[in-house]
């Protein structure tokens, strides 16, 4: 059973940072891409980060470009999201992701979409204020 665990959500001041961590269980880690995914309050969820099996390649959602960076530790089999100049439209609750089967696709292109078939972490509350 596959199971993902985030954590180091927490509340910070605009312009503040923030690295969130996932850990996976259940699942050959390094054979998967992997993302971060959010839900902001009375929005729909969107993927905003996506890193590839071995970490070559990533994609980042316009809104964070420049702004996070994601990472991964194959050997920790744990998925990472720096976050820095944080600002109040970030807050949302951020979720871990990885693919229930193969996709052949683009990885902006699994990135872009929300799937329910695919694994979800809990979440981890981020709350940023002005």
């Known amino acids: 059973q596959v199971q993902l665990a985030e954590s180091g959500g927490g509340s910070v001041q605009a312009g503040g940072s923030l690295r969130l961590s996932c850990t996976a269980s259940?699942?050959?880690?390094?054979?998967?891409?992997m993302g971060w995914f959010r839900q902001a309050p009375g929005k729909e969820r969107e993927g905003i980060s996506c890193?590839?099996?071995?970490?070559?390649?990533?994609y980042y959602a316009a809104s964070v470009k420049g702004r996070f960076t994601i990472s991964r530790d194959n050997a920790k089999n744990t998925l990472y999201l720096e976050m820095t100049s944080l600002k109040p439209e970030d807050t949302a609750t951020y979720y871990c992701?990885?693919?229930?089967?193969?996709?052949?696709?683009?990885?902006?292109?699994?990135?872009?979409?929300?799937?329910?078939?695919?694994?979800w972490g809990q979440g981890t509350q981020v709350t940023v204020s002005s």
């Open positions: 992701v990885v693919p229930s089967s193969t996709y052949a696709g683009q990885l902006g292109s699994w990135c872009r979409e929300v799937n329910d078939d695919n694994h």
């Open positions: 259940g699942l050959s880690f390094g054979y998967w891409h």
């Open positions: 890193i590839s099996s071995i970490g070559d390649r990533t």
